[in-house]
Structures are given as C-alpha cells and as structure tokens.
C-alpha cells in the first residue's frame, strides 16, 4: 500500500519549487532606476536625484536655465559651474530636453 504513496510524495515534493517560484512576486522597480528626468524642467528635488548631483549642483541648474533659457543638448550641462562631462556620462540614460 505504501508504494504507491511514496513515489507520489516524492513527485509532489519535487515540484515544491516550482510552485513556489510560480507564486513569486516580481520585486518592484525603483522610481530612481526607471524615472528620466527632463533637464529643462525638472525640480531641485528631481535633479538631487542623480547620480553625483546634491542640492547646491542642482540649485545651480535651475539657477542657470533660469538665466540662459532651456538647455538645447545634455551636453549644454557642462556649462553649469560644477557639471562636468564626468557626471553628464554617469546620468545620461537618465536625462532627456
């Protein structure tokens, strides 16, 4: 009687896993990883965001399209004392006009 449980309990056993992984829920993505931040309109807040770019950097980008207008490329950062190409490369799959 108890051979034919068994390899039936082995099965269910071995499926385990799967039904778990199945059941799995997928880990959200964070809004820093998927969010593109538009350079001529973004927030102090918005720009702190970036990678090497605290408060006193992104006042200064606020501070400079406030005075020259909109930025016409994501290069046009570099003209921002403070903002170098270093940092422009390290955020440019997140920055968008």
Same mark, same amino acid.
């Given at each position: 009687?108890?051979?034919?449980?068994?390899?039936? !309990? &082995? !099965?269910?056993?071995? &499926? &385990?896993? +799967?039904?778990? *992984?199945?059941?799995?829920?997928? =880990?959200?993505?964070? +809004? =820093? =990883?998927? /969010?593109?931040? $538009? #350079? $001529?309109?973004?927030?102090?807040? =918005? @720009?702190?965001? @970036?990678?090497?770019?605290?408060?006193?950097?992104?006042? *200064?980008? +606020?501070?400079?399209?406030?005075?020259? %207008?909109?930025?016409?490329?994501? /290069?046009?950062?570099? /003209? +921002?004392? %403070?903002? %170098?190409?270093? @940092? #422009?490369?390290? $955020?440019? *799959?997140? !920055?968008? !006009?």
């Amino acid at each position: 009687m108890y051979n034919k449980f068994i390899p039936a !309990l &082995l !099965l269910s056993f071995s &499926l &385990l896993p +799967v039904a778990e *992984a199945a059941t799995e829920k997928p =880990q959200p993505i964070s +809004v =820093q =990883q998927a /969010e593109v931040i $538009n #350079i $001529n309109s973004a927030s102090v807040e =918005q @720009l702190s965001s @970036l990678k090497g770019v605290g408060e006193s950097k992104a006042k *200064a980008i +606020v501070d400079y399209r406030k005075t020259h %207008g909109k930025f016409d490329s994501i /290069e046009d950062l570099s /003209e +921002v004392k %403070g903002i %170098g190409e270093k @940092l #422009i490369e390290k $955020n440019k *799959a997140a !920055l968008s !006009l």
